[in-house]
Each structure stands twice: as structure tokens, then as C-alpha cells.
């Protein structure tokens, strides 16, 4: 098998700045889930900026906005960071759906956010469903 050519930083960035992604600093895979269409409601689509998903939120940075009044959701939105991106999104409510194993096996709880509740609510209580586990 040939070996795969590694992605152009730059194009990914590219791709990672446009919808339905979302730039959190220091969280990964951060997608609106908006504009996306209704299984139950034929030719209706979900609300933009109201659900979202992530990876876990351990890493999430501290920083807080800086001096652009700007705001745009999707394009190059480098002007808030991290937990302060998390409040100007609008998101009051995260649901932590890691098992308390994977919690555990990467020391990584959820961090304190202002104005954020976060329930811990897994799918799973004591299985291990991490990237690794799910590669075997």
C-alpha cells in the first residue's frame, strides 16, 4: 500500500475555518450543527448557532477577547479565545458525554467555564470508547 502524502496545513486551515466549523481555541472538531436538514420536519432545516459538538473540553484556553468588535461565527475568528469564545457563542449548557474511564485514563475533567453549566452525562458509565480503544 502506498503511504499516504501528509494535508497541507494550510489547506486544512482553510477547510477548519469555513461551516459548519467553529474556532474554539484549544478544543478540537468544534462543528455547528445548525443548517442541518429535519428528519421529522420535511424541507425544514436545525437552528444555526444553537447546537453544537465538540471533542472534551479539557484543553479549552483561558484567554479572553481582545479588541475586535467583528464578530463573525465561522470566518478566521481569532479575535476571541477559548472559554470566552465558548460565552460569545451563546452556549450556557455542555453535555460531557465521556465515561468516567476516559475521564480518568487522560486526567482530563471538564473545565470551569463562567456562566456555563457542564453535566457530566455519559452514554457509557465505565467503558472505554477513547480513540485508541475504538482503533483496536
Given at each position: 500500500?502506498?503511504?499516504l502524502?501528509?494535508?497541507?496545513?494550510?489547506?486544512?486551515?482553510?477547510i477548519?475555518?469555513?461551516?459548519?466549523f467553529v474556532?474554539?481555541?484549544?478544543?478540537i472538531n468544534a462543528?455547528?450543527?445548525?443548517n442541518?436538514?429535519?428528519?421529522?420536519h420535511?424541507g425544514?432545516?436545525t437552528?444555526?448557532g444553537?447546537?453544537f459538538?465538540?471533542?472534551?473540553?479539557?484543553?479549552?484556553?483561558?484567554?479572553?477577547?481582545?479588541?475586535?468588535?467583528?464578530?463573525?461565527l465561522?470566518r478566521n475568528?481569532?479575535?476571541?479565545?477559548?472559554?470566552?469564545?465558548?460565552?460569545?457563542?451563546g452556549?450556557?449548557k455542555?453535555?460531557d458525554?465521556?465515561?468516567?474511564?476516559?475521564?480518568?485514563?487522560?486526567?482530563?475533567?471538564?473545565?470551569?467555564i463562567d456562566n456555563?453549566?457542564?453535566?457530566h452525562?455519559?452514554?457509557?458509565?465505565?467503558?472505554?470508547?477513547?480513540p485508541?480503544?475504538?482503533?483496536?
Amino acid at each position: 500500500m502506498d503511504e499516504l502524502e501528509p494535508l497541507d496545513p494550510t489547506f486544512v486551515q482553510e477547510i477548519l475555518s469555513r461551516p459548519p466549523f467553529v474556532n474554539i481555541p484549544g478544543v478540537i472538531n468544534a462543528r455547528d450543527l445548525g443548517n442541518l436538514p429535519s428528519q421529522s420536519h420535511q424541507g425544514s432545516v436545525t437552528k444555526l448557532g444553537y447546537l453544537f459538538r465538540t471533542a472534551e473540553l479539557s484543553r479549552i484556553t483561558e484567554e479572553g477577547i481582545a479588541s475586535n468588535n467583528n464578530i463573525s461565527l465561522f470566518r478566521n475568528s481569532s479575535f476571541s479565545l477559548g472559554k470566552a469564545r465558548i460565552n460569545q457563542l451563546g452556549i450556557t449548557k455542555v453535555f460531557d458525554l465521556r465515561s468516567d474511564t476516559e475521564i480518568a485514563k487522560y486526567n482530563s475533567p471538564s473545565p470551569v467555564i463562567d456562566n456555563v453549566a457542564i453535566l457530566h452525562t455519559p452514554i457509557f458509565k465505565t467503558e472505554d470508547y477513547s480513540p485508541e480503544m475504538m482503533a483496536r
